[in-house]
């Protein structure tokens, strides 16, 4: 079954305290991206990746960190999380990162900055 | 001037009722317009694409551009409760490397029984 996985689908964290929220997809899809979504900010994009070793900022990338190693895998890093980065985080993927490809959603990873 | 304007709602209608679903740009360099549709605790979903004004059609929907009004809208016919979700729309630059999606804050629809 094609699918973007996440993991954790829930975390509780403090301040400070290093984390890492991990994508991964199994449809070879070169295209990654990362997205936060708060209530009344709609959904943002965070880092994108068109392919291994190949990522550039979105709209909000203060605070995070990315990599693109491997293809099917595009962690969120988060060094020093802070309580204005709790929010619900979706990992996508595409094809080649054209705008008329489908863009693949993970479940979503909620988190919580303490 | 906000780049993307969509109204929050929420929306809410009778079974069968046709729904209007809006949003405002004010980026000229959009060229690319969809629509996604998120259930409740999930990722969204890619509903409609287009790249020119005008109308496109899809079963129930249609979407529709005015790039010279810069207004998109997405019309859904016949509409049922398992309409009932939240609606982005999204944009884009371009279709090549350059691929950063803006989306609206989206509409929440009832489509009640």
């Known amino acids: 079954e094609a699918q973007v996985t996440q993991n954790p689908r829930y975390l509780i964290t403090v301040t400070g305290k290093k984390l890492t929220v991990t994508c991964s997809q199994n449809m070879n899809h070169e295209y990654m991206s990362w997205y936060r979504q708060d209530p009344g900010l709609g959904l943002r994009q965070i880092y994108y990746s068109m392919n291994v070793e190949v990522t550039d900022k979105g709209d909000v990338p203060e605070g995070y960190k990315v990599s693109r190693k491997e293809k099917r895998n595009f962690p969120l890093i988060l060094e020093s999380p802070s309580p204005n980065q709790t929010s619900l985080y979706f990992c996508a993927s595409s094809l080649t990162g054209l705008a008329k490809e489908t863009q693949y959603f993970g479940p979503g990873t909620r988190l919580l900055v303490l | ?113």
């Open chain 2, 1 to 113: 001037q906000k780049e993307v304007e969509q109204d929050p709602g929420p929306l809410s209608v009778p079974e069968g009722a046709i729904v209007s679903l809006n949003c405002t740009y004010s980026n000229s360099a959009f060229q690319y317009f969809m629509w996604y549709r998120q259930y409740s605790r999930k990722g969204p979903e890619l509903l409609m694409y287009t790249y020119s004004s005008g109308n496109k059609e899809d079963g129930r929907f249609t979407a529709q551009v005015d790039k010279s009004s810069k207004y998109i809208s997405l019309f859904i016919r016949d509409s049922q409760p398992s309409d009932s979700a939240t609606y982005l729309c999204a944009f884009t630059n371009g279709g090549g490397s350059n691929y950063k999606l803006t989306f609206g804050k989206g509409t929440l629809l009832t489509v009640n029984p």
